[in-house]
């Protein structure tokens, strides 16, 4: 127990509390950014984001994962919020996380096996672009000096690592952070600073109970947005914990994670803040920064908290050309480039689902449509590949009066009309034999297609003998079949 705490709290202190510090950096912008699309005060992504990081640092299934207020989450607020104001976010952020726990002790989690890899990539890939377009309003209609920081800011980024001795010790975001920053308090150039973007708060959130009529009309107002804020969490959550296994070759806990996520977002709704969920952009940042256990993700949060409450007169002077670099670095190592020159070798099938997934999202903005069009399009796409799988083989016996099938491969509604195919009913036969032994019927197209064949047969005059049925097969056949019941051509007839 103790050997299992230390692992995954105090294995990294030095690299995670120096991540944890650049994240918490970066989440600043961003919250105010999330706040002002739902249409609310910058102080309730704040809040929100140092809550549901300290919360799922404890709670989550995914140790070095950031949690936050997300773009995705804001957008499906904005109507709630115009309509019925803030407490009623609240009142659905805590609904949410009700939802989310159920969720995890339903281990909906084990949704993500449906995933292909495919999918995931697009999923990255796109949400690289989104992070990459996010900062085209820093730099549209600016002057030469957001240009030149933000150039600066890239070369240090990428030339600091190979400084000898502290290019190792210290995440190189950080130093562009801090760089950029005396730079500009030391020539005070006309660029937009974080204090830019909103006000931040000055005092610590405090416990509140949103403030709204505990009836059945406040549970339909929030029930609707509170499910989609459920499931585009958990699936944003879902794929940054599968990204974060990927980066660090370690394993995580999904369905904690869902928990994770529930007991997150009510602790937010607690304390004044919107929902949120994993954050890939913040988790490649802490992870690329050398955040490896819960300390970091913690660390993100405590920082945060105290940096917009005791330090914003400073955190404020922070340049966002500094924090549009950070970014940028995020989006060009976020994106799958492998998945670019793998496309010659790779299956036209996983192409085309990858690109689907890419412009359904950057089209979009949504990165929960995105996923449940790659995942529908994988599914169709392995179901075809599935169907065709199907061998009908056939031999004639001695006195040419009979013949047995053989059928092998998977029956059900893509290879259904295959496997009618497969026979041939107007060959002159006393006895037909079919042997299903190495086959597997699925669902009733296929025991429908089994019912057509043996009753086709019957009309021509064959006797129809169907052997080697395995026991999850023969139990479907036996329920939902026709053709070995009474009045059987009747019963098929009225289908």
């Known amino acids: 127990m103790i050997q299992s705490i230390r692992q995954t709290w105090f294995s990294n202190i030095r690299a995670d509390v120096l991540a944890g510090t650049v994240v918490a950096l970066a989440l600043i912008p961003e919250a105010i950014a999330f706040s002002i699309i739902a249409g609310v005060d910058p102080k309730v992504g704040l809040y929100a984001s140092f809550c549901i990081c300290v919360v799922i640092a404890f709670a989550g299934g995914r140790p070095g994962m950031i949690s936050a207020a997300t773009g995705a989450m804001a957008l499906l607020m904005t109507t709630l919020v115009a309509e019925h104001g803030l407490q009623y976010l609240l009142a659905a952020t805590l609904l949410t996380g009700v939802l989310q726990i159920v969720a995890g002790v339903l281990k909906l989690g084990e949704l993500m096996r449906f995933v292909s890899r495919s999918v995931v990539t697009g999923f990255v890939n796109a949400l690289a672009i989104l992070i990459f377009m996010a900062q085209l309003p820093e730099l549209t209609g600016v002057t030469w000096h957001v240009y030149a920081m933000t150039a600066a800011g890239l070369g240090i980024?990428?030339?600091?690592?190979?400084?000898?001795?502290?290019?190792?010790?210290?995440?190189?975001?950080?130093?562009?952070?801090?760089?950029?920053?005396?730079?500009?308090m030391a020539s005070d150039m006309g660029i937009?600073?974080?204090?830019?973007?909103?006000?931040?708060p000055d005092t610590l959130p405090v416990f509140l109970w949103p403030d709204v009529p505990l009836t059945l009309e406040t549970f339909w107002i929030i029930l609707p947005y509170s499910i989609m804020l459920t499931v585009v969490g958990l699936m944003e959550s879902m794929m940054t914990a599968t990204i974060v296994d990927d980066l660090t070759d370690t394993p995580s806990d999904k369905n904690r994670e869902c928990r994770g996520q529930g007991i997150a977002n009510i602790g937010a709704g607690l304390l004044g803040g919107m929902a949120g969920c994993g954050m890939i952009g913040q988790s490649v940042i802490n992870i690329k920064s050398g955040g490896r256990t819960r300390f970091s993700t913690l660390t993100a949060g405590v920082v945060?908290?105290?940096m917009v409450v005791f330090l914003s007169d400073w955190v404020s002077l922070i340049p966002m050309a500094a924090l549009v670099a950070v970014m940028i670095m995020v989006s060009v190592g976020t994106f799958s480039w492998e998945s670019l020159r793998d496309m010659r070798n790779h299956p036209m099938s996983t192409n085309v689902v990858m690109v689907t997934v890419v412009a359904v999202v950057v089209a979009?903005?949504?990165?929960?449509?995105?996923?449940?069009?790659?995942?529908?399009?994988?599914?169709?796409?392995?179901?075809n590949k599935v169907g065709r799988l199907l061998y009908i083989g056939s031999r004639e016996t001695d006195d040419g009066r009979s013949r047995e099938y053989e059928v092998v491969g998977q029956v059900f509604f893509t290879s259904a009309e295959k496997f009618v195919a497969g026979f041939d009913f107007k060959e002159a036969l006393d006895h037909v034999r079919i042997d299903l032994r190495r086959a597997h019927f699925w669902d009733i197209t296929a025991v429908g297609a089994l019912d057509k064949v043996v009753l086709k047969f019957r009309r021509e005059g064959a006797e129809v003998e169907v052997v080697g049925l395995n026991e999850a097969s023969a139990t479907l056949v036996d329920r939902i079949a026709v053709h070995d019941k009474p009045d059987a051509e009747k019963l098929l007839g009225g289908h």
Not at 160 to 175: D, E, K, T, W
Not at 364 to 383: K, M, P
Request: charged residues 5%; hydrophobic residues 55%.
């Open 157 to 184: 980024i990428y030339l600091f690592p190979y400084v000898p001795v502290v290019g190792r010790m210290l995440p190189s975001p950080l130093i562009c952070i801090l760089v950029l920053t005396g730079v500009y």
């Open 192 to 200: 937009n600073t974080v204090g830019d973007m909103g006000e931040l």
């Open 304 to 306: 945060l908290l105290v």
């Open 364 to 383: 979009t903005h949504n990165l929960a449509i995105g996923v449940f069009v790659g995942v529908l399009l994988s599914s169709l796409f392995f179901a």
